[in-house]
């Protein structure tokens, strides 16, 4: 049970005399070809819904007509009008940055003389802005038979400009987190040598006082322990402040 797709085709049948004495009928069962036709566009706008929501898009071509299929998206992906035909924009690429354009139109030159054939690149893409966005290119050859006057290919490109920015800010933030740890560093070593000349000092000097009875002198002493405890306290204090501004626990006043 089902319906059918049936193609018809008349022909009148005449006699020596040019009567019309009967009508050919012809049904030609289309139902296969009609199902195959209804799966390529369901697909079509199901690869459309998706190109759409995740900026993935897909182009089918031959290389050496350079004519073929794309799907919304892959326009947009490359910086094209959509419906623009594609040999205006295969081998061609005028949206692509120079350097992008270069490396584009070396990889079809490699596969016409069989190379190359597959690409995988992230490009650079102008925009009417004059802003660069980023787009992920993966081509490959699908049918390389020159002699028939086919080389079919197929490109699937989605927009990674998102990502590229979030790539960006991690590695701002990798060599941000690099230089604090090299300061940090730094610092610390700063203060094993500025720890040492007060601790040395009041070591000394109350080894001093220990040693001395003039009361001038103790009095002296006293004060220069007094002084670089006051230092030492200091030192240590702005290193516990350091630790805490790692740990997220310091507090502004």
């Not at 326009?75 to 120079?98: A, C, Q």
């Not at 690099?178 to 720890?195: C, G, P, T, V």
């Not at 601790?199 to 000097?205: E, K, S, T, W």
């Amino acid at each position: 049970t089902g319906t059918i797709s049936l193609i018809s085709k008349f022909a009148p049948l005449y006699d020596a005399l040019g009567n019309l004495i009967n009508i050919l009928l012809i049904n030609i069962d289309n139902t296969e070809t009609t199902n195959a036709y209804s799966k390529i566009q369901d697909f079509e706008e199901f690869f459309t819904l998706i190109g759409n929501y995740a900026k993935v898009g897909y182009a089918h071509f031959n290389a050496l007509k350079c004519d073929g299929y794309a799907v919304n998206s892959w326009y947009r992906n490359v910086g094209e009008k959509e419906g623009t035909p594609l040999n205006e924009i295969i081998k061609v690429h005028s949206h692509f940055h120079p350097d992008d354009r270069r490396m584009m139109l070396r990889f079809f030159d490699q596969v016409l003389i069989r190379e190359a054939s597959h690409l995988r690149r992230d490009v650079r893409i102008l925009r009417e802005d004059g802003t660069y966005t980023w787009t992920r290119v993966n081509v490959m050859v699908r049918d390389f038979r020159p002699e028939d006057g086919i080389i079919d290919m197929v490109c699937v490109n989605y927009d990674i400009t998102e990502l590229k920015e979030t790539e960006r800010k991690l590695i701002a933030a990798r060599d941000k987190a690099e230089e604090l740890d090299r300061l940090k560093s730094a610092f610390l070593a700063n203060m094993s040598h500025e720890i040492r000349t007060p601790l040395n000092a009041i070591v000394g000097f109350s080894s001093l006082l220990t040693e001395t009875e003039d009361m001038k002198d103790r009095k002296q002493y006293m004060a220069i322990v007094q002084e670089n405890t006051e230092l030492l306290l200091q030192l240590i204090s702005d290193i516990l402040d350091l630790s805490k501004m790692e740990s997220g626990a310091f507090e502004f006043v």
